[in-house]
């Protein structure tokens, strides 16, 4: 059996408001959780002693939950609670991580859970930010937006035009014609190219090195960072990269920057590679991986730099698991 709660406030004690936002909340806790009525054993609302006009239950009832038990009851009158306030516990059957719903004037009572936050993670190639900020963004159960995957669709854009990404000029004449969307299906990002879903061909050996070239010049950074920011400044997101504390999103509330030895990564990026069915040398990749950070860390336009507040993390020596314990202490710290 799982419990999660939700609130959400009225303006008016009014009948119609407390149906509609009664209905609100219910669906935002299905949708957010994935649940279906039937996994829904029972319902238990609360509501403020300033709250008269309807029960929140016969609410839920009119709203659709009929194959549950629904019940209501009036809580104390508190000095300094909040006003107009209706809170909910709902009891499922199915073994889901809970994700607690607070609405409108109730986010003040769950902070942690309703701020719009971003997270920045840089770092050079192979160093665990694409992993660990999926993973994070999972156990938050907010957006991530894997940048990465938006420059390597401008470097496939380039190959499949046979342009040469060392080609600057040719390269912004392509920006300007570019058919770029991210897409978000079950919570899983696909890259859209040219109206094809390109997210596995992105992940090429060959285009992994073309976007760590086409990604140092101006006109296609600023093209990806607008819409970055964009979609950043609309939901609380994770984003990894090599400059999105320092350049992208510099006011990002959380900042880390990962890194580990040229060996470690080059082990883990070959074995991700080997997995996939590439034929790959590890010698070769340590030096094609090595030739990415000199790359990236020496480009004139928004290199590769640790924000000066981002957080340290080595992760040579760490396991995933290792390394979300310390990026969620630290995150819990500052909330």
């Given at each position: 059996?799982?419990v999660?709660?939700?609130?959400?406030?009225?303006?008016h004690?009014?009948?119609?408001?407390?149906?509609?936002?009664?209905?609100?909340?219910?669906?935002?806790?299905?949708?957010?959780?994935?649940?279906?009525?039937?996994?829904?054993?029972?319902?238990?609302?609360?509501?403020?002693?300033?709250?008269?006009s309807?029960?929140?239950?016969?609410?839920a009832?009119e709203?659709?939950?009929e194959?549950?038990?629904?019940?209501?009851?009036?809580e104390?009158?508190?000095?300094g609670g909040l006003?107009?306030?209706?809170?909910?516990?709902?009891?499922?059957?199915?073994?889901?991580?809970?994700?607690?719903?607070?609405?409108?004037?109730?986010?003040?009572?769950?902070?942690?859970?309703?701020a719009?936050?971003?997270?920045?993670?840089?770092?050079?190639?192979?160093?665990?930010?694409?992993?660990?900020?999926?993973?994070?963004?999972?156990?938050?159960?907010i957006?991530?937006?894997?940048?990465?995957a938006?420059?390597r669709?401008?470097?496939?854009k380039?190959?499949?035009?046979?342009?040469?990404?060392?080609?600057?000029a040719?390269?912004?004449?392509?920006?300007?014609e570019?058919s770029?969307?991210?897409e978000y299906?079950?919570?899983v990002?696909?890259?859209?190219?040219?109206g094809?879903?390109?997210?596995?061909?992105?992940?090429?050996?060959?285009?992994s090195?073309?976007?760590?070239?086409?990604?140092?010049?101006?006109?296609?950074r600023?093209?990806?960072v607008?819409?970055?920011?964009?979609?950043?400044?609309?939901?609380s997101?994770?984003l990894?990269?090599?400059?999105?504390?320092?350049?992208?999103?510099?006011?990002?509330?959380f900042k880390?920057?990962?890194?580990?030895?040229?060996?470690?990564?080059?082990?883990?990026?070959?074995?991700?590679?080997?997995?996939?069915?590439?034929?790959?040398d590890?010698?070769?990749?340590?030096r094609?991986?090595?030739?990415?950070?000199?790359?990236?860390?020496?480009?004139?336009?928004?290199?590769l730099?640790?924000?000066?507040?981002?957080?340290?993390?080595?992760?040579?020596?760490?396991s995933?698991?290792?390394v979300?314990k310390?990026?969620?202490?630290t995150?819990?710290?500052k909330?």
């Amino acid at each position: 059996m799982v419990v999660i709660r939700g609130a959400t406030t009225i303006e008016h004690d009014d009948k119609d408001e407390i149906r509609k936002a009664v209905r609100e909340l219910l669906e935002q806790i299905e949708s957010r959780n994935g649940i279906k009525e039937s996994e829904i054993v029972s319902i238990v609302f609360s509501s403020t002693s300033d709250i008269h006009s309807y029960y929140p239950a016969k609410a839920a009832r009119e709203a659709g939950f009929e194959s549950c038990s629904l019940f209501s009851a009036m809580e104390p009158e508190i000095d300094g609670g909040l006003n107009l306030c209706i809170r909910v516990m709902m009891f499922i059957e199915k073994n889901v991580e809970p994700h607690h719903v607070y609405l409108r004037g109730a986010r003040v009572l769950r902070k942690d859970l309703t701020a719009k936050i971003n997270v920045a993670i840089d770092g050079p190639a192979g160093s665990g930010k694409s992993t660990i900020a999926k993973a994070l963004s999972r156990d938050y159960k907010i957006l991530y937006l894997d940048t990465g995957a938006m420059y390597r669709a401008c470097a496939l854009k380039a190959l499949n035009e046979g342009a040469d990404v060392e080609d600057e000029a040719a390269l912004c004449d392509l920006m300007r014609e570019l058919s770029l969307a991210i897409e978000y299906v079950d919570g899983v990002q696909h890259t859209i190219l040219d109206g094809k879903d390109v997210s596995e061909e992105i992940r090429s050996p060959r285009v992994s090195m073309a976007a760590s070239t086409v990604s140092k010049y101006p006109c296609v950074r600023m093209k990806m960072v607008e819409k970055q920011r964009e979609i950043a400044g609309k939901m609380s997101c994770v984003l990894d990269g090599r400059d999105i504390g320092s350049y992208v999103l510099p006011d990002a509330e959380f900042k880390f920057f990962l890194t580990a030895s040229p060996e470690v990564r080059a082990r883990r990026r070959y074995d991700e590679l080997v997995a996939k069915g590439y034929e790959v040398d590890f010698e070769e990749l340590k030096r094609e991986i090595e030739r990415r950070d000199l790359q990236d860390s020496t480009r004139e336009f928004s290199p590769l730099r640790k924000a000066d507040d981002a957080v340290v993390i080595d992760t040579s020596e760490m396991s995933i698991d290792e390394v979300l314990k310390e990026i969620k202490k630290t995150m819990q710290e500052k909330i």
